[in-house]
């Protein structure tokens, strides 16, 4: 019964920031790494970030590095995407997600538990 549930979702504007959050629940969340991905209109889903099970190391896509930020609290079962300076074309719905193995992993394939989104829509 592993559920990811996905908030923080919302209109921003260019420039403007903004905090998503995954309320995890159902496996071991502290041992376990976790990833952000989003999916845009007509696009494949795309890997934005993950973080390691204790919270000590992260990778990001190039597409956001520099911009947004991964963080996790194992106490509360939550893991954040911190959105800063977003563009229009960070305009996506944002799935948190756990993988079933792997340090840091990436791919879609890696990850066995996906959250069912939140919607950022980023326009002026």
């Known amino acids: 019964q592993v559920q990811l549930v996905e908030s923080g979702g919302t209109w921003v504007q260019p420039g403007g920031s903004l ?11 502290g041992s376990s790494a976790m990833g952000w991905f989003r999916q845009a209109p007509g696009e494949e889903r795309e890997f934005v970030a993950v973080i390691d099970w204790r919270g000590s190391s992260t990778l990001y896509a190039d597409s956001v590095k520099g911009r947004f930020t991964i ?48 919607r950022v829509t980023v326009s002026s």
């Not at 996790?72 to 995407?81: E, G, I, P, S």
């Open 19 to 29: 905090r998503l959050s995954c309320a995890a629940s159902g496996f071991r969340f």
């Open 71 to 118: 963080s996790r609290d194992n106490a509360k079962n939550t893991v954040y995407l911190q959105m800063d300076s977003v563009m229009p074309e960070d305009t996506a719905v944002y799935c948190c997600a756990a993988p079933t193995r792997g340090y840091l992993p990436r791919r879609n394939y890696e990850y066995t538990y996906w959250g069912q989104g939140t």
